[in-house]
């Protein structure tokens, strides 16, 4: 067994995910806050076209980079509403988000080199990190700062074998949407230190409030060159099994990760990648529906959270996940989340998985009854501990 391979762990969020689905395929009554994908379909529009193309016989091999219009529909796209001039040639379609997040450390880390990842942290990232032989660098923000990482908080982990630091705002698990201000700074340590900025903004359209996305690379020139843009299709569009993300960024590593692709998957599912050229055409209105969803659950969640006796709360102003802070009970948060399901029967992520063990994870991605139900017999399991 490959050394790298035998230290992995499976992901957890799939894992809990799939387990409370197979136990509601049981008859099982489970509340699940799992998921970590929208609770709606895909809107019509791109069903459509990706059928079309499927019966107009798009189901040949497309170029490893993604198809042509789709690439440049990406390319537009990151210019008229991020700000970022990424040519088509610099943008390489993947297999999801994932997929491309896991091409982007195998293309730029060599062996023992660093990428510093802010905790909490999405849990792939430093799977993904491990198996491109770097090595995760955790930086966690202070309470007091929001759980935002500063200039100096960042600067005080970089050595000389870091190679990029990951900023994914609005963020998975905990919802930090950074400023143009805060951004600016932790891009101008990285440009000093001549290291990548690996911006994920799968989660850009799903924030909240007065709340801003504002894309990094967008800040300056020398920013730009140094930012590898992550954006996918399975937030905004309910995609998530689409499998259709993309990168745009220098074009050595759009290269080099283009080489590894065309070793490893080769392009992504022809006629999906139509769907994905008719998400990027025109706002037909579903993402604004979607979000207002998201906006109630979040602020009936985030009361319920707020108000219940030994939880506290950060309130996110992004994606659609809370991480309640369960510390008080004494538990940790995996024997928590196993309690919580074999007793309570709902379904939530530990924080142990995104580095934070005090917490566990509850997305919001799913219907009002499931949240209201989940969350009184949350309150009831507290008074049971
Ligand atoms: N980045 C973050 C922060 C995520 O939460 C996810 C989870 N879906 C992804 C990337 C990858 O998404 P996908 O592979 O479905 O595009
Ligand atoms: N990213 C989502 C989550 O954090 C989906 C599952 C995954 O890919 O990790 O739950």
């Known amino acids: 067994m490959n050394k790298r391979i035998a230290g992995i762990s ?18 099982i009554d489970v509340c699940s806050f799992a998921a970590g994908e929208p609770d709606f379909d895909t809107p019509d529009k791109i ?8 019966m107009a016989g798009e189901t040949k091999y497309a170029p490893v980079a993604g198809l042509a219009a789709l690439r440049l529909a990406i390319s537009k796209k990151l210019e008229s509403e991020n700000g970022l001039s990424y040519g088509p040639d610099q943008t390489l379609v993947s297999i999801g988000a994932k997929h491309s997040l896991f091409n982007i450390f195998m293309t730029i880390c060599d ?27 955790f930086v966690e923000g202070s309470e007091e700062n929001d759980y935002k990482i500063t200039a100096d908080d960042l600067e005080a982990v970089i050595t000389d074998k870091t190679v990029a630091v990951v900023i994914n705002s609005p963020s998975n698990p905990i919802g930090i949407v950074y400023t143009g201000d805060e951004l600016r700074a932790l891009a101008e340590v990285a440009v000093r230190h001549d290291i990548y900025i690996v911006a994920d903004e799968i989660y850009e359209k799903i924030i909240y409030d007065d709340a801003e996305h504002v894309s ?5 020139c020398d920013i730009f060159n140094k930012t590898i843009t992550v954006n996918g299709f399975s937030k905004a569009w309910s995609m998530t099994g689409w499998r259709l993300g993309y990168f745009a960024g220098p074009l050595d590593v759009v290269k080099g990760a283009t080489a ?11 006629f999906a990648q139509y769907g994905a050229i008719e998400a990027l055409r025109e706002d037909d209105g579903s993402v604004g529906k979607m979000l207002e969803a998201f906006a109630e659950r979040r602020s009936y969640m985030y009361g319920r959270l707020s108000s219940m ?27 928590f989340c ?46 049971s501990l």
């Open 10 to 27: 499976p992901s957890l969020t799939l894992g809990v995910t799939s387990k409370a689905k197979q136990m509601k395929a049981d008859g």
């Open 47 to 54: 069903k459509e076209m990706a059928k079309e193309a499927l």
């Open 111 to 137: 062996e023992g080199e660093e990428v510093v990842i802010p905790a909490p942290y999405w849990l792939s990232y430093p799977e993904m990190v491990n198996v491109a032989g770097g090595v995760p660098v």
């Open 216 to 220: 990094i690379g967008s800040l300056s």
């Open 260 to 270: 590894l692709q065309s070793h490893s998957t080769s392009g992504a599912t022809t």
């Open 309 to 335: 006796e030994g939880v506290t709360c950060v309130k996110p102003m992004g994606a659609f996940y809370m991480l309640p802070n369960i510390s008080a009970t004494g538990v940790g948060s995996l024997e």
């Open 338 to 383: 196993e309690k919580l399901l074999e007793e309570a029967k709902v379904a939530a992520v530990p924080g142990a998985a995104f580095g934070c063990d005090k917490n566990i994870r509850l997305s919001y991605a799913c219907s009002m009854e499931n949240i209201s139900e989940g969350l009184d017999r949350l309150e009831k399991f507290m008074g």
